[in-house]
């Protein structure tokens, strides 16, 4: 299957900073990317979904103000959290899916772990 | 109500046993079910998805769809110490803007 990386695996931060996560399809051209959040033993719930070159969609709840998603190019989406909080530490995962492939052509990404202090 | 249901276990079998998994849905619209494995602090990966309703087989795994009951179920026969994860379902209309459930952590004893 295509591989999806995401950079960093894991950060720490301080309250109020800034945090950039990248999301990068290795081997495929991804039209479409996709971020989750998932809280320990809890589901992935979708934040945002970014089409290359266009503003992302965010769900429903979700600030986005506070989570900036730059989709700018067919192999890289960016997630930015905007003065962090210690309620947005989170395991941030990202998905890829290329416009032509089928419904099965969705990779997951590893994950970024945030931990806000 | 949320939109799919899973139980989160957790699940412990020995090894060889039959692991059964389900979710229930809400949304009669969805016509795409999937079942993912996450290992730990990993990202989800596709290990079976059905269309419509109806079963599929892959080896070990059999993924079952009942749209009348709104209820899907994962059955992993033999299972191995290696099966040992969370198991995700998820499931869409068009397939790629998935709707997650809680997911359920198994455990395979050796």
């Known amino acids: 299957g295509a591989v999806v990386s995401q950079h960093p695996s894991r950060v720490i931060c301080k309250s109020g900073t800034s945090v950039k996560i990248e999301c990068r399809s290795l081997?495929?051209?991804?039209?479409?990317m996709f971020w989750y959040r998932q809280f320990p033993k809890q589901s992935l719930m979708l934040m945002a979904t970014?089409?290359?070159?266009?503003?992302?969609?965010?769900e429903q709840g979700v600030e986005k103000d506070k989570f900036l998603i730059n989709h700018a190019s067919l192999t890289l989406s960016t997630l930015t959290v905007t003065s962090a909080h210690p309620e947005d530490s989170s395991f941030y995962i990202c998905?890829?899916?290329?416009?032509?492939?089928?419904?099965?052509?969705?990779?997951f990404g590893p994950g970024t772990r945030l931990t806000v202090t | 109500q949320k939109e799919v249901e899973q139980d989160p276990g957790p699940l412990s079998v020995p090894e060889g046993a039959i692991v059964s998994l389900n979710c229930t849905y809400s949304?009669?619209?969805?016509?795409?079910f999937m079942w993912y494995r996450q290992y730990s602090r990993k990202g989800p990966e596709l290990l079976m998805y059905t269309y419509s309703s109806g079963n599929k087989e892959d080896g070990r795994f059999t993924a079952q769809v009942d749209k009348s009951s709104k209820y899907i179920s994962l059955f992993i026969r033999d299972s191995q110490p290696s099966d040992s994860a969370t198991y995700l379902c998820a499931m869409d209309f068009w397939g790629y803007k998935l709707s997650f459930g809680a997911g359920t952590t198994v455990t395979v004893r050796a």
């Open positions: 970014s089409n290359e070159g266009s503003k992302a969609t965010y």
């Open positions: 998905s890829a899916r290329d416009f032509s492939g089928g419904p099965t052509e969705q990779y």
């Open positions: 949304n009669s619209a969805f016509q795409y």
């Open positions: 081997d495929f051209q991804a039209t479409t």
